[in-house]
């Protein structure tokens, strides 16, 4: 059975462009479109991983981050940020709320790879 990997991205050409990616790769792909939408799918899909935007309206990736990796059921996904936000104190900050790694946008297909690989 094929691994599967929640998207999450409040904008719509991400979101497929990430879907696309993760699902060539032979991936089975769920995707949210806001933290509290990914925090929910979380814990109702149990992903073998998370790709996950930063900023985002209702509850930012950084919210998300940290409620899903502090939840009881959920504390085991590996969860790697997906964003434009990509200055050192960025980085730092992404690993301080439980984050395995940062990939910047625009998205390098081969980055995303190495994660996939890595993680799921």
């Known amino acids: 059975m094929a691994k599967k990997i929640l998207v999450v991205d409040d904008t719509a050409a991400h979101l497929q462009q990430l879907q696309e990616i993760v699902s060539?790769?032979?991936?089975?792909?769920?995707?949210?479109?806001?933290?509290?939408?990914?925090?929910?799918?979380?814990?109702?899909e149990m992903p073998d991983m998370i790709l996950l935007d930063i900023v985002m309206d209702?509850?930012?990736?950084?919210?998300?981050?940290?409620?899903?990796?502090?939840?009881?059921?959920?504390?085991?996904?590996?969860?790697v940020?997906?964003?434009?936000?990509?200055?050192r104190a960025d980085r730092i900050w992404a690993e301080k709320q439980g984050a395995k790694a940062l990939v910047s946008k625009p998205v390098d297909k081969d980055e995303v790879l190495k994660y996939l690989t890595m993680y799921a």
């Not at 509850?59 to 899903?68: F, N, Q, S, V």
């Not at 939840?71 to 590996?78: A, L, Y």
């Open 81 to 87: 940020f997906v964003s434009t936000k990509n200055q």
């Open 58 to 79: 209702d509850l930012d990736g950084y919210g998300a981050c940290r409620e899903i990796v502090r939840g009881e059921e959920t504390s085991g996904i590996p969860v």
């Open 24 to 44: 060539e790769a032979g991936y089975q792909v769920i995707t949210a479109s806001s933290g509290k939408d990914a925090v929910v799918k979380a814990k109702a």
